[in-house]
């Protein structure tokens, strides 16, 4: 029995060793199989194929591996902009590639000074005497835009054509608040800093309106005339001004409207369009799938045809996305991440620094992060040049500040020099359930905010102050960078949004152009002759992986979660904490939890934010309290 025992152990032992290797096995292969590069073999004589299936950005976020294996479904594409443009320029003299096919059945759209940048890109290719081909199922402005600048546009028999142009509608929540009775308190400066109203009002504001007609107008002309200048025969004057009769003339036909409208030039399903492809370029030998033709994938072709560096190092830091506290991104500009990165660079021995914006703005805290880190380049006599892409507005615009020359295009949205905040309360809500609250106080701030009684008059008026005060260091700030006065930079800010003509006419852009020409123009403050430098992308080489190993050892990429950099963020800090001590004092009534020895006057533990996963333990604990009534 005894030696029974034993071969069962020595088995149980083996098959756990087996279980562990084999676990292993799959999780080096998993590794494997996400971290695998494009082999630069992989190119092939033929058509150089974009499938943009899905969405054209400054700079992609990074997919969290364990996010992705654990997600049911699959992550949205990111292509970066300036990858598609190079790849575009690079094959223009290579003989390999004969043919450029834009796959555009999945496209889900980019900023229109991204569409225009890959455009003039494509008439490169064209001038160089090589066909591009687009196909789409659907082709709305963004694929319309890039689609224009094709020797020939497909769509699918099932599909069509249409030209929404900018703008919409935004959702107001004055009305469902009032209903509510919960209180959006909004501390702000600025006429037209309209992100505020959805919370106060069920309507735009004459101002916000005014500010959108003349955005919008500008922008969606500089859209009309790339397209009618890459396409003159097309009838953009009627598909725009009479959509319903444009597509009835057709008899319903999008894609025959499309034809006749001179968006498209044939109709033809994938297969078809992978023949007429395969004419050029010739067929895919490894395929047999009908339709296929030869042709090298953008990650392939980028990997063999990586840029030479010749000369000294210009730095680039990408500002995209939202802006931050913390270390979020690439993909998000979390204000920490991107001052290190500026800051590592400093023993780099840059000769130029140029900042690439791609973003709204966000938090005033982070944003101030990186401009004073950029700062500290120019402290050093380091050139410092700013490119704006699609947006640079509000904490977009307050990093621009330290720069010698801002590029923007005509396109470029930019200015909202505004700032506000918005704290809800409750009062009027909980008060029509009964809960009140009482309390002893030793300063007038003493239990702020109070979500029963509100915000109290003395942390209104500190928060409306702390507001002003940000604002005048902001219109300073413009005001010194662009040698204009306070008076003079307040007249065209109170957070107005303009496009990039007009915020040239104003002296908030020195000169029209893209990453190409800042650089250019960097180069030449350093003194630096062509072919004598290269740009490096700060950043670019992050590890995807390295957001797992901050997760299982608790480094979150984030801010910490209670952090509070000003007063506003502090009193939403308590107001949540405030929350959650509310679902607990209603969870110690409706629990078993017996005998208690609990002190109510006792000060509060540390506030803490909860996390996302956190925040669902709230909706939990709510969700429970509800099943108890």
């Known amino acids: 029995m005894i030696f029974a025992r034993k071969v069962w152990h020595v088995l149980v032992a083996i098959k756990d060793g087996l279980a562990l290797l084999f676990l292993l096995l799959f999780f080096l292969a998993l590794f494997a199989a996400l971290s695998a590069r494009p082999n630069p073999g992989a190119v092939r004589d033929g058509a150089l194929l974009l499938k943009l299936d899905g969405a054209v950005v400054e700079e992609p976020q990074i997919v969290d591996p364990l996010s992705r294996l654990m997600s049911s479904q699959a992550p949205t594409h990111e292509y970066r902009a300036r990858d ?176 006749a409208a001179g968006l498209a030039d044939k109709i033809g399903d994938p297969v078809s369009f992978g023949n007429r492809v ?99 380049f120019k402290a050093k006599n380091i050139p410092v040049v700013v490119s704006m892409a699609n947006l640079a507005a509000s904490g977009g615009y307050w990093v621009s500040t330290p720069a010698n020359r801002i590029f923007a295009e005509p396109s470029t949205i930019t200015g909202s020099i505004g700032v506000f905040a918005v704290i809800p309360s409750f009062e009027r809500a909980l008060g029509e359930w009964g809960v009140s609250t009482d309390g002893v106080k030793t300063t007038a701030l003493s239990g702020q905010p109070d979500v029963v009684g509100g915000l109290s008059p003395e942390v209104s008026a500190i928060l409306q102050a702390n507001v002003e005060h940000t604002y005048g260091k902001f219109l300073g700030l413009v005001g010194q960078a662009r040698g204009k006065s306070t008076q003079e930079v307040d007249a065209m800010a109170q957070g107005r949004v303009w496009d990039g003509g007009t915020a040239r006419q104003k002296g908030l852009v020195d000169q029209f152009g893209g990453l190409d020409e800042a650089l250019a123009f960097a180069a030449g403050a350093a003194k630096l002759g062509e072919g004598d430098w290269h740009p490096v992308y700060l950043g670019a080489d992050a590890d995807p992986y390295a957001s797992v190993l901050e997760r299982l050892t608790g480094d979150d990429e984030g801010d910490l979660a209670g952090s509070a950099h000003d007063l506003a963020g502090l009193i939403a800090v308590r107001q949540s904490a405030m929350i959650g001590q509310a679902l607990g004092g209603a969870e110690r009534l409706l629990g078993r939890a017996g005998a208690q020895a609990y002190c109510l006057e006792c000060p509060a533990a540390p506030v803490h934010i909860a996390s996302a996963s956190e925040s669902l333990g709230w909706l939990a604990r709510f969700k429970s309290l509800v099943a108890h009534f």
């Open 84 to 259: 598609i443009v190079m790849a575009l320029r690079s094959a223009v003299k290579d003989d390999r590639i004969k043919v450029v096919v834009l796959d555009l059945a999945r496209f889900t759209g980019g900023g229109q000074v991204h569409m225009q940048e890959i455009g003039q890109a494509l008439d490169l290719v064209r001038a160089a005497k090589k066909p591009v081909l687009a196909y789409a199922t659907l082709y709305a402005d963004d694929a319309l835009l890039l689609a224009a600048h094709s020797s020939e546009v497909w769509v699918d028999p099932m599909g069509g054509a249409f030209v929404a142009g900018p703008g919409g509608k935004h959702l107001y929540y004055g009305k469902l608040l009032e209903r509510l009775k919960v209180d959006a308190h909004v501390f702000r400066v600025g006429t037209f800093k309209s992100a505020v109203e959805p919370y106060i009002r069920n309507d735009m504001s004459p101002e916000a309106r005014e500010a959108s007609v003349a955005l919008y107008g500008p922008l969606f002309d500089a859209w009309k005339a790339d397209v009618a200048k890459a396409r003159p025969k097309a009838n953009l004057a009627q598909v725009i001004a009479d959509p319903a009769g444009w597509l009835k003339a057709s008899g319903g036909d999008g894609a025959q409207a499309a034809l």
């Open 278 to 376: 395969a004419e050029l370029a010739g067929k895919d030998t490894h395929s047999k799938l009908p339709g296929a033709f030869a042709h090298t994938g953008l990650k392939a072709w980028l990997a063999a045809n990586q840029p030479k560096h010749p000369g000294k190092a210009i730095g680039v830091i990408t500002i995209a996305g939202e802006i931050v506290d913390g270390k979020a991104g690439p993909g998000v500009a979390g204000g920490e991440r991107i001052a290190h990165l500026l800051d590592e660079a400093q023993d780099d021995d840059l000769a130029a620094l140029v900042v690439r914006i791609d973003s709204p703005g966000g938090s005033v805290f982070a944003s101030e992060q990186i401009r004073n880190a950029i700062g500290r």
